[in-house]
């Protein structure tokens, strides 16, 4: 790969000079964007999942993530995620607004712009809060959403950012691995959106044995715009192009179709590869989908018999699947795929199971608290919980005044639990009229 000479942009640090190399460069640029499709993506796997009176809220409640959180992370949240250090626990405000220029960095893009590096990590930013609102739709008010995601960005992500992959962070020094976001994304988003569905309590027409998916194309294509931007999800990370991307991106792949393959052997694709995919042989990238994958199956087999309305599945799929993902990091890593990591219990070095189990719980303590300091101040000032007629009617008519087709409308009035309601002729539940 050729370096850039006639454009270069360097940086001179105490011990060394950074170079700007175009195809790094070019690389990441691409990366961000494949994983800023991975939002609108998540929006369209959510939204054919949900019930008709929700699919625009369920747009919206992923899209809006894409507007709020990067105004957060150029202001302030990248600095406070990555900016120049005070400490193992946090990162600074020194690099607000983005006020760096186009300068290289020594530790996070020695060969490209730390703009591009803060716009790649900015979508990672996005897609985490979009993943928890898949726990909490049809029944979560919207401005209070919006002041959470803000709050639980600030709060929450990026401190966790920091721990596990700022210079310093003290989860990074202490050893855990957590290549692309498994512990950062997954398990923070996947918890959190336990937590909250448990704040908020099952929904008003919750039956665990139905579903609601009204638009299975909308999730089959959502499914394969995921896959695809999983490319600058995982791969990505490597950080520049190079074998390690290319080890990335095989295992990511691969993990990804054993875990269909095993899906559809038992009878959805979820792998829990990403915290790994970077530190372990293609081999074990198949491991990595077919276990994750038979336990969630089995899990969501029983859902019902579960005391929370996760709508859906976010704590189990994620929380549960990278949980799973993050400790068989663990077990299979080898420090010969790539210097910066570790090897695992099976090769030698039993501790650092014990690294993982530490950065699991971290991440599972941190986003539960979080999640309750933030929803429970909301709930008990200007409320988070839709009431029961207008869960009925579905947010697509209360919050947004838009309907999914233009025979959507409200029809008789019903009564449910001795609440009269207006029912929508859409509706997914039966209702004994009044």
């Known amino acids: 790969m050729a370096t850039t000479t006639a454009t270069i942009i360097s940086t001179t640090t105490a011990s060394t000079t950074l170079v700007f190399d175009s195809g790094d460069n070019a690389w990441m640029m691409v990366s961000t964007a494949f994983v800023l499709m991975m939002t609108p993506a998540l929006a369209f796997f959510y939204g054919g999942l949900v019930d008709r009176k929700n699919i625009l809220n369920q747009l919206f409640l992923s899209f809006v993530c894409m507007g709020i959180v990067f105004v957060q992370w150029v202001l302030f949240g990248f600095s406070f995620a990555f900016g120049s250090p005070v400490s193992r626990g946090f990162g600074s405000f020194a690099d607000s607004a983005l006020r760096f220029g186009q300068r290289l960095d020594d530790f996070y893009s020695p060969s490209y712009p730390l703009l591009t590096y803060a716009a790649y990590q900015g979508t990672f930013a996005i897609i985490t809060p979009a993943l928890i609102s898949g726990a909490i739709v049809g029944r979560m008010k919207v401005t209070p959403y919006m002041i959470f995601i803000v709050i639980w960005t600030t709060c929450c992500y990026d401190p966790l950012a920091h721990w596990v992959w700022g210079s310093n962070g003290w989860l990074k020094h202490l050893g855990t691995l957590d290549f692309a976001g498994g512990t950062v994304v997954h ?107 038979i336990i969630i199956y ?50 030698g070095h039993p501790v650092q199971m014990w690294y993982q189990i530490a950065g ?23 409320g988070i919980r839709l009431s ?20 959507d409308k409200p029809g008789q009035a019903v009564t449910i639990t001795g609440i009269p309601v207006n029912k929508p002729k859409y509706a997914p539940y039966t209702i004994q009229n009044n």
């Open 187 to 293: 398990i923070s988003s996947g918890v959190s959106g336990y937590v909250a569905s448990a704040i908020l309590g099952k929904r008003v027409d919750y039956k665990p044995h139905a579903s609601n998916a009204h638009n299975i194309p909308f999730t089959v294509l959502g499914t394969c715009l995921l896959w695809v931007g999983w490319t600058g999800f995982n791969a990505g990370s490597a950080n520049i192009a190079s074998g390690l991307a290319s080890l990335a991106l095989v295992n990511t792949y691969a993990a990804a179709a054993a875990g269909l393959v095993t899906w559809v052997v038992i009878d959805a694709m979820r792998v829990g590869i990403t915290p790994a995919c970077g530190f372990v042989q293609p081999g074990w990238a198949l491991l990595f989908g077919i276990i994750p994958t």
């Open 298 to 347: 089995f899990v969501l087999l029983h859902k019902h018999h579960l005391i929370f309305d996760d709508t859906l599945d976010v704590a189990v799929v994620h929380g549960c699947g990278e949980i799973i993902g993050a400790f068989m990091t663990g077990l299979f890593a080898q420090l010969s795929n790539n210097p910066a990591g570790a090897d695992g219990a099976f090769y």
């Open 360 to 382: 699991i719980l971290t991440a599972i303590g941190f986003a539960s608290v979080c999640t309750a300091a933030i929803l429970l101040p909301l709930k008990y000032t200007i």
């Open 388 to 407: 029961p007629d207008k869960e009925l009617r579905g947010l697509d008519w209360i919050a947004h005044d838009e309907k999914w087709s233009h025979n």
